[in-house]
């Protein structure tokens, strides 16, 4: 069975994490994200995967070049505009001539999306859209359903009054090529907004909603970014988790819960609490980081200070005892100097 990707977001509330890395590879737990998407898949059968690109598309091909490495045989669609999560599959209509799955390249999924198929084909409908329990319903797009499933109505992040679900979209749909006549050619859309409504209000279409069941993690905020690297670390039952070359000098200290990629260097009496280090990353002696997130190849000078919340880019160079305020964005391959 076949299944896309939709990879193609800029990813802007991450920045500058993803100044210069498209938001579906930040790597999670030291994995790039869409490199798990690409496993899960693969482990459940999916071999043949397209993924739409924009933003740093030459970062993911250069990493994951025909996917073979993963399991699966990858294609990609390279857009000039951003073409919305329906306009980036209509571009691959001929792709899909059979039921296939669709699902968002930003989140971080431990799931069955084979089971996921099968109730939508044994359900007859057009278009199933997996649902997850949301913490806080106004701020999602929720999914209202009868008894049977079947979708009554969308409604988009309403006001508390009005919710009448906690069931909110999350991004997964399992589609039959009957949903390409409800996507216009060569113009932005999207599914939520556009195509579900309009197969809706059509009335010869079987929508059904389903829970995805599982784990599912959304990347798109630096807070969920982060959960999702400490829920790895859970599932793992391990605190700390070190990349290959990584080194941590005698007198150092790891506290709370830290990711740190590969090749990263801490130097002696330096401390750490609750931080992700990019690759690469190289903090000097009696630094003191403390809730910090740092894109590949940041440096921390002797006796830095990185406050509780501060984001680094990529390459970004912190002086001998400066400080980095909290909840700081430094973009990318800036110098921090003042103490």
Known sequence: MKAMVLAAGEGTRLRPLTEFCPKPMVPVANTPLLERTLALLAGQGFRDVAVNLYHRADVVRDALGDGSRLGVNLSYSDEEILMGTAGGVKRLEEHFSETFLVLYGDNL????????????????????????????????????????????????????????????????????????????????FDFGRDVFPAMLADGGCILQAFPLGGYLRDTGTLASYRQANWDVLEADGSPFLLGEGATVARGALLQGRCVLGRGVTVGAKARLRDCILWDGCAVAAGATLTGATLGSGCVVGVGATIEPGAVLGDGVRVADGAVVPEDARISGHETVTHP
């Open 109 to 188: 999924y431990r799931a069955d999306f084979t089971a996921l198929v099968e109730r939508h084909r044994a359900s007859g409908a057009a278009a199933t859209i997996a649902t997850f329990t949301a913490a806080d319903p106004t701020a999602c797009g929720l999914v209202e359903t009868d008894a049977r499933g079947r979708v009554r109505r969308f409604r988009e992040k309403p006001p508390p009054e009005e919710v009448v679900t906690d069931q909110a979209n999350a991004g997964v749909y399992v589609l039959e090529p009957e949903v390409f006549r409800f996507i216009p050619e060569g113009v932005p």
